[in-house]
């Protein structure tokens, strides 16, 4: 069909002058000498309408558009049809007009709202009163065939086939008003019975002036005819008085449309609406001054949604647009344009308004900035992801480090407004670059919006660092001065849980929340305990799966129990299983000491009467070390002399003492846990259980007498050779060189303690005791035994190391 069409204009074409544009669907029309079409021009597409006329076909009207085409082609007003071109040649007469949709469509379908149609009647109003008064002429063709809206909602007056100026006398009307199609419903009472020439003995404008009450008569009703006339049936009461003065049988007492107008435009008047002061002001917006700018804003903020939303999106939006932009309009113009908008198609939209936001978006200008973020929920629909990733977002985020707080805030509030529109590189990169600014700004308000738009944001970042970032923002805003900065981390921490691990949420999450449960503020001591028992709930969901204990069962376990291993029968207690372990591994540890070799090392001198057994455990190799390292640590400083006696005091350091008690023995089985106390003069030092009773304490290491009843002192001098490198005792070669002479059947002799082992004498006295026997060739071994029962003293100085 389309191709007919085309085919069908260019053979036309081809017969006359060229004409660049395309015929569509023809338009149905009241009775008329032309034909209606939509069209769309060639070079751009753009949508228009072409009114045409054939010669042949109606060569009796060829008068009627020509004076038309004339009449269209000179007369230039607002109210009058645009023409974009026109062709004329043998066969065919064509116009080519803006979009038109003819009156009679919103007439019958009874869509108008009286608002709207006192606008419109508004505007025809206006363009009579221009042609009877500044052009001198008369329409004689007003009827609602003669009326069209364009797309912008707005009426335009058409139907130039008698317009004829009155000072003419040759002019059409006169001689071929008769003619026009359907004149005889809407002609004057005096014109019908005097004829068009009437017109010259009455003023030129009362034929206009009765022609225009038809109009509102069938504005109102649908349809007119000439007994109507002055009925005053379903129009508007405001209108009535200068309605049936425009309808006055009389032709000089008749109302003009002039003065029709100016009724209306008195305050109250049916002309005084608001949208028709939106109208009149939205035309020169950019000349106003300030103050009439904003009345006019404040005007237009009042509309409601019966007017006409073509008029919004064609005329008022771009000059909104122009006057936020350019005109200094500012925030109060950009709200009004967010109002139109709304009820924009997609394609309107990115059409007219994304390219201005766009650049409104780059304007430093805070107060339009502030704007453009209040106003965004009302947009980000109507916008891709690649237009705010790409394009608005690196202009946001401009705000976050300005200077005015109030900046600053609506910024971080459009947060969640954009989330959905960003990518997650965006979000997990410059996105929370910025909000660790923020959550760190000197306005305590903006902290805690910070950490309100972290909790409601947290479901898109990525899930790597989420935890991380959660716990650090909600960590630190618990410890903010400000109370809803604090109250606000609680709450978010609340709706996050299901983001945190249960390590997390015990480990993390728990300790920082609890120091608020002792806050100073009762707000936050509540919200702490909800929050809290947040937490504890999903730790005690998760830990109902966990098993009650990872340990290898009893009968995987072999061997004696070791110390450190909990057993069932100590389980009442928390330090039941310790002892029972010490005592059992005691126990275990009865029998001789037996050197790596093999042998068993020689008898001990000992003063002690033989029919009594021994309490002190055996000791191997290394225990003797450890026991040895701890008494040097308890010996003088390296500063004094170091005595060497050639003695069995490496067998006597392993000796009972009478007094030593049954607990001691215990400790000394692990290498005596206890500290040694020296000083202590009413308990015998434990060290020096070999020691006969006349020997000085105050040496562990002398020799023991041979007899306990010859007790002659003797004074023997220091050592000639100081105790000067300061290094540690050579326990390995001391221990070395004793199972060399025991190996070799040396038993007596001059046995060296290891270097750094002797301990000095008091700096008050140059000489000390020493009381020399023989040793005995065999001396009597006594069996030790391991007495396992526990001390009846308190056993605290034997933890005193612990």
């Not at 335009?156 to 419903?185: C, H, M, Q, W």
């Not at 005096?190 to 109009?215: N, Q």
Request: aromatic residues 8%.
């Amino acid at each position: 069909m389309d191709f007919l069409k085309s085919a069908v204009a260019s053979a036309m074409a081809a017969k006359g002058p060229p004409f660049p544009y395309n015929f569509g669907d023809k338009v149905d029309l009241d009775p008329s000498i032309w034909t209606l079409y939509n069209g769309t021009r060639r070079e751009d597409g753009s949508d228009c309408s072409i009114f045409s006329f054939e010669i042949a076909a109606n060569r009796s009207a060829l008068p009627l558009a020509r004076n038309a085409l004339k009449k269209l082609r000179t007369l230039r007003h607002p109210g009058v049809i645009k023409v974009l071109d026109t062709v004329e040649s043998e066969t065919y007469i064509y116009i080519a007009t803006e979009r038109l949709v003819p009156l009679r469509w919103h007439v019958k379908r009874k869509s108008l709202s009286p608002e709207t149609a006192k606008w419109g009647l508004y505007s025809i109003a206006r363009t009579v009163k221009f042609i009877n008064d500044e052009a001198s002429s008369v329409h004689g063709n007003l009827k609602v065939a003669s009326v069209y809206t364009t797309e912008s909602g707005e009426w335009k007056l058409g139907g130039f086939e008698v317009l004829s100026n009155v000072k003419d006398d040759e002019a059409v009307i006169y001689t071929y008003g008769s003619l026009v199609p359907d004149s005889g419903r809407y002609t004057p009472p005096e014109l019908a019975k005097s004829g068009w020439d009437a017109i010259k003995r009455s003023p030129h404008s009362a034929v206009d002036a009765y022609e225009f009450g038809a109009l509102i008569f069938e504005i109102f009703n649908g349809n007119f005819t000439s007994d109507q006339a002055g009925q005053t049936k379903n129009i508007p009461p405001s209108l009535h008085p200068s309605y049936k003065r425009l309808n006055n049988p009389n032709p000089k007492a008749r109302l003009t449309v002039a003065h029709f107008l100016e009724q209306g435009r008195r305050n109250g008047s049916f002309f005084d609406t608001p949208l028709i002061k939106l109208t009149e002001g939205v035309e020169n917006l950019g000349v106003k001054t300030e103050e009439e700018r904003e009345a006019f804003l404040d005007d237009l903020d009042q509309v409601t949604d019966d007017f006409p939303e073509d008029f919004f999106r064609m005329k008022v939006l771009p000059e909104l647009l122009k006057s936020v932009e350019f005109g200094g309009g500012g925030p109060k113009a950009f709200g009004l344009v967010m109002k139109i908008a709304t009820k924009l198609s997609n394609e309107d939209f990115d059409a007219k308004v994304l390219p201005v936001l766009l650049r409104l978006f780059g304007n430093p200008d805070r107060a339009i900035r502030v704007c453009l973020l209040d106003n965004l929920p009302l947009m980000i629909d109507r916008l891709s992801q690649k237009t705010v990733n790409d394009k608005i977002f690196p202009q946001i985020v401009t705000g976050f480090t300005d200077v005015a707080p109030v900046v600053r805030e609506q910024t971080l509030k459009s947060v969640l407004t954009i989330i959905t529109k960003l990518s997650d590189r965006t979000i997990n990169g410059e996105l929370l670059k910025y909000l660790a600014k923020t959550a760190n700004d000197e306005q305590p308000g903006i902290r805690t919006n910070t950490t309100i738009c972290l909790g409601k944001i947290a479901k898109y970042l990525g899930t790597s660092s989420r935890s991380k970032v959660l716990i650090a923002a909600f960590s630190r805003s618990l410890r903010d001065p400000f109370i809803h900065a604090r109250n606000a981390a609680l709450m978010a921490l609340s709706v996050t849980s299901e983001h945190f691990s249960d390590e997390d949420c015990a480990t993390r999450v728990l300790p920082a929340i609890c120091p608020s449960l002792i806050d100073k503020e009762k707000l936050i001591r509540d919200q702490a305990v909800k929050t809290l028992d947040v937490y504890v709930q999903k730790i005690k969901k998760a830990v109902e799966s966990m098993p009650e204990t990872v340990l290898p069962p009893e009968s995987s376990v072999s061997g004696n129990p070791r110390m450190g291993t909990p057993q069932a029968e100590a389980a009442a207690g928390w330090a039941g299983w310790a002892i029972s372990s010490f005592t059992n591994k005691l126990s275990a540890a009865a029998g001789e000491i037996t050197s790596s070799n093999g042998a068993s090392p020689g008898p001990a001198t000992s003063s002690a009467p033989p029919s009594r057994p021994s309490t002190a455990a055996p000791i191997t190799s290394t225990s003797s070390a450890s026991a040895l390292h701890r008494q040097a640590v308890k010996s003088p400083p390296p500063s004094a002399p170091l005595t060497r006696n050639p003695s069995t005091a490496g067998e006597a350091f392993f000796e009972d003492d009478d007094n030593h008690d049954d607990g001691d023995a215990d400790f000394d089985a692990w290498g005596d846990m206890g500290d040694m106390d020296e000083d202590d003069t009413s308990t015998p030092n434990r060290m020096a259980a070999s020691i006969s009773s006349n020997q000085s304490n105050d040496n562990p290491f002398a020799e023991p007498s041979s007899s306990s009843a010859k007790k002659k002192p003797a004074a023997i001098p220091a050592s000639s050779k100081p105790f000067d490198d300061g290094s540690e005792p050579d326990f390995a070669g001391w221990l070395a060189q004793q199972a060399e002479k025991k190996k070799g059947g040396v038993l007596g002799g001059s046995k060296a303690l290891p270097k750094g082992l002797g301990k000095a004498t008091s700096t008050a006295s140059s000489t000390v005791k020493k009381t020399t026997a023989p040793v005995k060739s065999k001396p009597v071994v006594v069996k030790k035994k391991i007495d396992t029962k526990p001390k009846d003293e308190d056993g605290d100085d034997g933890w005193g190391g612990w």
